[in-house]
């Protein structure tokens, strides 16, 4: 079985960069400035998390896709809090949200993997469930008195790189890439998407293999709600909102193939700052947070319509 590890095509996420680049040095040369790069950094970090969770559901086939990213995200914070205001050690604050996150995942990958539901519809209606359940939680209202000493790590920062950037993104994205360049398991989720049946037939786990990929895409999410915590200083109910439709384009634009089987880590974390860059660029401009969402929704269409373009090609 011949597996393709790689995008097809870097090639639009690589000119965006160019053209981007261009625009900010003869229009917003300010964002070059070392505290407009650890703005960028920070505010990416939720989104590099979440996508590259998103990205092992999308590589793994199977249709997958987890659109409750954004629901849990919010849901691990608020847990947190409360478990904080409960008494817990606040040492085990990013067990608590981690946990709560692998729980939520774990529920989307037994209802797809076990139970055969399609995974648009079980993760859209996981996502109105750990989102209602956030704002059930607390009212609508954010929930804050984070303790000083994580706050001072969450909005720490060295060389101008964010601490939680430098101790969560890296770590996580470089543990990625291992497992899927390195290991087994990281070849049975190419294999998985790129050709099921086959998968199966040589005795690959791809039911588990699956369960186990919503399992990181929760744990991902719920390390990305700790780092709001930290970073914000209060649990908001709202936090993860339009991380799903931001997360699935930074994979998609990052090289992973819809139908799964390909796709890059390192392209998705350049994907994820692109798309924080470009927001922080629309901000700079003065132009309104829905036009913003509005160019995220579109890269979404050109890079599908570009892999589709890719397939007919081939």
Known sequence: MKIMHKSPDLTLLVALWLLLGIGIVFALPQMLALWSITSILQFATLLALVALGQS???????????????????????VGMLALQQGINPVLLP????????????????????????????????????????????????????PAELTQWGRGANFAIPVPFLTCVIPAFFIAWLILSKSAWGKWIYACGFNEHATRL????????????????????????????????????????????????AALLGGVAIFGGRGSVVGVLAAALMLVTIKTCMLQLGLNSVWQLGVVGLLLIIVLMAQRLFIYRR
């Open 56 to 78: 092992l559901v999308v590589m793994a086939g199977g249709g997958g896709i987890d659109l409750s990213v954004g629901g849990n995200v919010s849901l691990s914070a608020v």
């Open 95 to 146: 067990v608590i949200c981690m946990l709560s996150g692998t729980a939520a995942g774990a529920l989307n990958g037994l209802l797809v993997a076990r139970l055969r539901l399609w995974p648009l519809i079980v993760t859209l209606g996981s996502f109105y469930l750990f989102s209602g359940l956030a704002l059930a939680l607390t009212g609508g209202a954010a929930i804050s008195s984070v």
């Open 202 to 249: 040589v005795g690959i786990p791809v039911d588990r293999l699956r369960l186990l990929v919503y399992c990181l895409s929760g744990l991902l999410a719920g390390c990305a709600g700790f780092i709001s915590l930290s970073w914000l200083g209060s649990a908001r109910p709202e936090i993860g909102v339009n991380l799903e439709l931001e997360s699935l384009t």
